[in-house]
């Protein structure tokens, strides 16, 4: 080749490279970011607010259905239909129906959205099986959560992790255990009398993950989740305080609903709400924990407060009653929107300095905020403290009898005349927890799946995959 050849043929592949760079430090994906108006558009007026994420931070979560709905503990109350533990785990099936929503979550709702692994218990699945599914997800621009009860040991989290030629699978892990006294079969305490007799538990739960770090380097998030009844509800404010320095990211608690198996009903779960779970958490930071200032889908169904814990001590990261910290959010959200912090340092690092030279306004606002956070957690305690950040969340699912009659009516374009079923189709129209139809081109908010198609769906996976066989790896 020419001189002349190959000087065209070196700028042409600085050209491809210089487009690539741009591409992939670009703030947001253009997908996502054509997603996420839509989404802000079809949610109801009341809801768009200044502290509204949805539509503008995050599409939503996202989970998996009809995978592995089994599960080896016996649960009061638990979302799952009555057909569910006659379904065998098949990896194969999960694998294929994981990669088919997926596939759908991306074509639908762009890049980087946070998905569940969930179903009945993942570990089921086994190690290798539990990867497949989680290299499905990661392969479609998902960010994964296994969502388990955690009674699994060392052992299983190790294989899963790290492949058999001793090589890292996964750099990062993001797991959910799920803890609580109306769980029964779990090993060691098969009936727990009280959520302190679970703090062993929960610990150790952790420190599976802290070893792992420690002989693999592979990194971790934890959620700690709990269901919340009236056998329970007074127990809430001494779990949170258990759990501060216990190393989750999350704690999040669920009010039981009147959804899955009738069987397993108990209680009068009404007398459990929302705000009565908020206050127990407040109880339990020692705290007052701020929620409107910032807001993901309806507040009906959703709370949820972003901290800091340091020396013991939780600090909200926003103060809400500050002008100044409520315009920071504003400035944030309308520079940043869903800019994905969790790529390559370099590429965060060139497309945080993109949208600073686009909205300069960003820089002051910043160390502002800054300088007020340091002041409110305290000097000493960032210093010293092991700074880490810990959100509290509480989920409130809605009963079945609602969820049925609103879920048909949206499929009429009608607004229901009873009250009750009109607050449900307002909430169920604000969903920020989505699961995947790809055949039937839709996606279906959380709640009806629970509450309307779980049960249809387990009795064809039963047919499907009859528990006489074992054929998980």
Known sequence: MSLAGRLAAAHAELITRLRRALDETRPVD??????????????????????????????????????????????????????????????????????????????????????????????????????????????????????????????????????????????????????????????????????????????????????LRAEHGVRFDLAHNMTVTPRNLDQVAEVVHACLDMGFGM???????????????RDDYHAVSIDTVWREIERGVGARVPWEHVQ??????????????????WTPLLDDRDPRDLRARDIFLQAFGSMDFERRPWIVAVATARVMAANPQVIPAAIGFAGRLAGRVGIRRLLRGRPRGLTFVVHAFMDAEVVRPAWEAMGRGEIADDERVRAAQERLQACSYAMAHPAEDRLVPACVQHSVLDPQENAALKRLLPLRETTAS
């Open 30 to 211: 253009p997908d996502t970011e054509l997603v996420l108006r839509h989404r802000w558009e079809e949610l109801p007026e009341a809801v768009r607010t200044p502290a509204q994420l949805l539509g503008r931070r995050s599409a939503g979560c996202e989970g998996t259905h009809g995978v592995f709905p089994r599960c080896n503990l016996a649960c009061t109350p638990c979302y799952h239909a009555r057909e569910a533990n006659s379904v065998r785990v098949d990896s194969a099936h999960t694998e294929t129906q994981v990669d088919a929503q997926m596939a759908y979550l991306r074509s639908v709702r762009g890049t980087g959205q946070h998905a569940q692994l969930i179903g009945g218990e993942v570990t089921l699945l086994g190690p290798e099986g539990h990867a497949a599914a989680l290299e499905a997800m990661r392969r479609h621009g998902r960010k994964p959560m296994s969502m388990t009860h955690g009674d699994f040991d060392y052992d299983y989290l190790e294989r899963l992790a790290i492949g058999s030629d001793g090589r890292r699978r996964f750099e990062f892990l993001r797991f959910a255990g799920h803890f609580d006294s109306m769980m029964l079969g779990r090993h060691g305490i098969p009936r727990p009398r009280s959520e302190a007799e679970l703090h062993s538990y929960r610990r150790r739960f952790v420190e599976h993950f802290e070893r």
């Open 251 to 265: 704690l999040s608690f669920q009010p039981a609903a009147f959804v899955g198996n009738p069987k397993r009903w």
């Open 296 to 313: 993901m889908g309806d507040p009906r169904c959703n709370r949820s407060c972003h901290g800091v814990i340091a020396g013991g001590r």
